[in-house]
T-cell receptor, first 116, second 113 residues
Framework: DAGVIQSPRHEVTEMGQEVTLRCKPI?????LFWYRQTMMRGLELLIY????????DSGMPEDRFSAKMPNASFSTLKIQPSEPRDSAVYFC??????????????FGNGTRLTVT | AQKITQTQPGMFVQEKEAVTLDCTYD???????LFWYKQPSSGEMIFLIY??????QNATEGRYSLNFQKARKSANLVISASQLGDSAMYFC??????????FGAGTTVTVRA
């Protein structure tokens, strides 16, 4: 059974460029989460979806960040324009929650983003 | 807002010994779930163990056990018989009725041979 798949694994881009991170959740999972991990701020929840609908985007740092989930098997996180302070590891995670707390989040391997 | 506190930034443990990682949490919700994740140097996040706020028994998964003290709002992870492969960062996390999983700052464990 395939886990959460993220692409690319590594992304190096110049300041001002658009960056798109991709995620394929585990089939059948109804929740999808985007997290960012940095040394300074740890793991931060950016946004999460339930049944493809964005539920809470209060963690999105600013308007340069946007996320979509056009269908149950695909989500994107876009940064436009990118800045050096966006450099981090971005994780996508999915879970089968269905109203219960005890379903763990399954994480992808992350995308390491470096903005120069 | 909920808050997770892990006060130990780093710990050393001798191989085959047990180690306890501290986690305290703060929430006003009566229903919540507590998770522990492992992040090895390769970077992936691995789910270890779960404890529900209404669970009467402490959770156990192989060499991992969770010492849940609800009145003290603590959910410490115990790793028994440490192995070299246990060297990693460990994160405590909590979910409440908003379905958002919030993480602590993490504890780095280094197992010595």
């Amino acid at each position: 059974d395939a886990g959460v798949i993220q692409s690319p694994r590594h992304e190096v881009t110049e300041m001002g460029q658009e960056v798109t991170l991709r995620c394929k959740p585990i089939s059948g999972h109804d929740y999808l989460f985007w997290y960012r991990q940095t040394m300074m701020r740890g793991l931060e929840l950016l946004i999460y979806f339930n049944n493809n609908v964005p539920i809470d985007d209060s963690g999105m740092p600013e308007d340069r960040f946007s996320a979509k989930m056009p269908n149950a098997s695909f989500s994107t996180l876009k940064i436009q324009p990118s800045e050096p302070r966006d450099s981090a590891v971005y994780f996508c995670a999915s879970s089968l929650r269905s109203g219960h707390y005890n379903s763990p989040l399954h994480f992808g391997n992350g995308t390491r983003l470096t903005v120069t | 807002a909920q808050k997770i506190t892990q006060t130990q930034p780093g710990m050393f443990v001798q191989e085959k010994e047990a180690v306890t990682l501290d986690c305290t949490y703060d929430t006003s919700d009566p229903s919540y779930g507590l998770f522990w994740y492992k992040q090895p140097s390769s970077g992936e996040m691995i789910f270890l163990i779960y404890q529900g706020s209404y669970d009467q028994q402490n959770a156990t998964e192989g060499r991992y056990s969770l010492n849940f003290q609800k009145a003290r709002k603590s959910a410490n992870l115990v790793i028994s018989a440490s192995q070299l492969g246990d060297s990693a960062m460990y994160f405590c996390a909590m979910i409440t009725n908003d379905y958002k999983l919030s993480f602590g700052a993490g504890t780095t464990v280094t197992v010595r041979a």
